[in-house]
T-cell receptor, first 111, second 112 residues
Framework: EDQVTQSPEALRLQEGESSSLNCSYTVSGLRGLFWYRQDPGKGPEFLFT???AGEEKEKERLKATLTKKESFLHITAPKPEDSATYLCAVTSGGGADGLTFGKGTHLIIQP | NAGVTQTPKFQVLKTGQSMTLQCAQD?????MSWYRQDPGMGLRLIHYSVGAGITDQGEVPNGYNVSRSTTEDFPLRLLSAAPSQTSVYFCASSLAPGDTQYFGPGTRLTVL
């Protein structure tokens, strides 16, 4: 059974204060690891897909990395508009069984 | 493209009532799925479909029914609503199983 654990549950940063969110996973045969952003009352918004250890992807102030056991979402010089819940999910095997999600990290960026 | 659309946005039901949550996508995606999101828990898979005419159960299928008669539509039916089904429901789609899934805006359901 696939498992995903995200830490911390909540994080409060000052504007410009860089940090990292962690996603630890246990799967038998990783097919893909996904990062989503979710704003209150909205659906998850896709950020990144990572497929193999060592892979990195960047988008504006966000950078996602992947190892064989965990993924990090690095946030550099965040702005208040980066405040959201960040969700990590994995899929394994053929992928038909959908995504297994972590509980998310609630990020608040204070001006 | 509208992407993934869901209706209604909000719904209140009484225990025992039935209803259908609608989901449609205009991206010609083969794979579609339904998740529920509850406080303190990650999103959990209810049912999924790998193509028209093919559906299967996810992690929490009890009390829900699905069908896939077209590539575009994947409705979720609550047969006899229970308070435990109070949740936010998200529909998602991807080109193929295991590919990046794109989510709809959600339906917030309350069962009294």
């Amino acid at each position: 059974e696939d498992q995903v654990t995200q830490s911390p549950e909540a994080l409060r940063l000052q504007e410009g204060e860089s940090s990292s969110l962690n996603c630890s996973y246990t799967v038998s045969g990783l097919r893909g690891l996904f990062w989503y952003r979710q704003d209150p009352g909205k659906g998850p918004e896709f950020l990144f897909t990572l497929y193999s250890a060592g892979e990195e992807k960047e988008k504006e102030r966000l950078k996602a990395t992947l190892t064989k056991k965990e993924s990090f979402l690095h946030i550099t010089a965040p702005k208040p508009e980066d405040s959201a819940t960040y969700l990590c999910a994995v899929t394994s095997g053929g992928g038909a069984d959908g995504l297994t999600f972590g509980k998310g990290t609630h990020l608040i960026i204070q001006p | 493209n509208a992407g993934v659309t869901q209706t209604p946005k909000f719904q209140v039901l009484k225990t025992g009532q039935s209803m259908t949550l609608q989901c449609a996508q205009d991206m010609n995606h083969e794979y579609m799925s339904w998740y529920r999101q509850d406080p303190g828990m990650g999103l959990r898979l209810i049912h999924y479909s790998v193509g028209a005419g093919i559906t299967d159960q996810g992690e929490v299928p009890n009390g829900y029914n699905v069908s896939r008669s077209t590539t575009e539509d994947f409705p979720l039916r609550l047969l006899s609503a229970a308070p435990s089904q109070t949740s936010v429901y998200f529909c998602a789609s991807s080109l193929a199983p295991g590919d990046t899934q794109y989510f709809g805006p959600g339906t917030r359901l309350t069962v009294l």
